[in-house]
């Protein structure tokens, strides 16, 4: 082999074992071993004006996996294509109990035509909506701090009849957390306790958004921990600094990393439970929306766990 050729080879076999390493390194990095997933309320402003668009540049910064909040009018055949065409697997879908109520029906066709795996309901609701307006703030501030026992316990029943209904169809129903679970209900006991005692493992699962948890004064690790099976899915956010004055749900998200919430004793708990998604979930922006959902992904890949 004569020098040329000799430089020629070694520089190239440097280079590859450098990528390879790299590669490597990051696959060893990626705390949960699972695609890294994006909760599309993130890019809520930017989808209704160019959703195929914005899933492309997601995809390109390295999101696989997606949670629809909304679809913005798109049907299912729509949507579906479009995320085959950006190289995106559309997992879940966010609903609010009220819309869930509406059209059970219609949800679970049009979530079978998308080919979910999950539906999640991202909001309670009451028996009697009525009382809502006539709370002092509203229905706002009912959610907030007005929610009884006897509500949630309503919500826990909902919850087993439609996770029923939609088990018999092959997907998962579930429910995604804000503050409002932990809100004191009386001698300790939060709404977050009731769900997890009144609603059906096998019908209703459950998605820990992180960030809320951490907001509410508890910690994530301590669920993860005392119930592994319960818990399939995980909202990653950060958090700014509470303000002095404002409920725990009054919070502004940032870039992760750059807030107040460690992930790595929540994901060294997710390893050991039985977490099947996550989904980076940034819900303000201080600069550029997509340099911070990539500098969200690359967070992930950097971190050891």
Request: glycine share 10%; proline share 5%.
């Amino acid at each position: 082999m004569n020098q040329i050729t000799r430089r020629t080879f070694l520089k190239a076999g440097a280079t590859a074992a450098a990528a390879w390493g790299l590669n490597h390194s990051r696959l060893l990095a990626d705390p949960l071993g699972l695609p890294v997933g994006l909760q599309l309320y993130s890019v809520r402003n930017l989808l209704p004006n160019d959703y195929e668009g914005t899933l492309k540049k997601l995809s390109a910064i390295g999101y696989r996996e997606v949670e629809a909040a909304g679809f913005f009018g798109h049907s299912a055949s729509d949507v579906k294509a479009a995320m085959a065409n950006a190289g995106l697997r559309c997992v879940s879908a966010h609903y609010p109990m009220p819309e869930l109520h509406k059209d059970v029906d219609g949800t679970l066709k049009y979530a079978k035509e998308l080919g979910l795996s999950y539906v999640i309901c991202s909001t309670p609701s009451v028996a009697d909506p009525s009382k809502l307006a006539s709370y002092p703030g509203g229905a706002g501030k009912y959610f907030q701090s007005g929610m009884t026992a006897d509500d949630w316990r309503w919500n826990a029943d909902q919850f087993n009849q439609i996770g029923k209904k939609f088990k018999a169809e092959g997907i998962q129903f579930g429910y995604h957390n804000h503050t409002t679970e932990f809100h004191d209900l009386g001698g300790g006991l939060m709404g977050f306790d009731v769900l997890l005692k009144d609603t059906d493992p096998t019908y209703v699962t459950l998605e820990m958004d992180c960030g809320w948890v951490s907001a509410a004064g508890h910690n994530p690790v301590t669920y993860l921990t005392k119930y592994p099976k319960r818990f399939s899915m995980l909202h990653i956010k950060d958090l700014k600094p509470p303000v002095a004055g404002k409920p725990a749900g009054d919070r502004t998200s940032t870039i992760l990393g750059k807030g107040t919430i460690d992930y790595k004793p929540i994901f060294e708990a997710a390893k050991k439970a039985s977490i099947k998604h996550y989904f980076v979930e940034q819900e303000q922006f201080d600069g550029d929306p997509m340099q911070e959902l990539t500098a969200d992904y690359q967070y992930l890949h950097t971190m050891q766990v």
